[in-house]
């Protein structure tokens, strides 16, 4: 079956870095479209940034020029490289599949930013 599993969230001062990672399993990882979300508490879940087949990504615009998503087809891994982060980024961040309608989601992982 599928499987996503996020890791590297924790506890980062302002204006640290933070790189995750997803291990991806079950699916043709290099035909999937991969996406991370995140939701703070209290608001809904939002997309931060996708990665296609091809590499392109794409990134909302509170995190353009902080984060950078990168994806490893031969690892099965995609990964959000965060740096400058503000206590806004704080969040459980979590990771997607999409390959056409079939879509997956990881269990999320914790990222605090705080003094």
């Known amino acids: 079956q599928v499987q996503l599993v996020e890791s590297g969230g924790g506890l980062v001062q302002p204006g640290g870095s933070l790189r995750l990672s997803c291990a991806a399993s079950?699916?043709?990882?290099?035909?999937?479209?991969m996406m991370w979300y995140r939701q703070a508490p209290g608001k809904q879940r939002e997309l931060v940034a996708t990665?296609?087949?091809?590499?392109?990504?794409y990134y909302v615009d509170s995190v353009k020029g902080r984060f950078t998503i990168s994806r490893d087809n031969a690892k099965n891994r995609v990964y959000l490289q965060m740096n400058s982060l503000k206590p806004e980024d704080t969040a459980v961040y979590y990771c997607k599949s999409r390959d056409g309608i079939v879509a997956s989601w990881g269990q999320g992982t914790q990222v605090t930013v705080s003094s």
């Open positions: 990665i296609s087949s091809d590499s392109t990504a």
């Open positions: 079950g699916i043709i990882f290099s035909r999937n479209i």
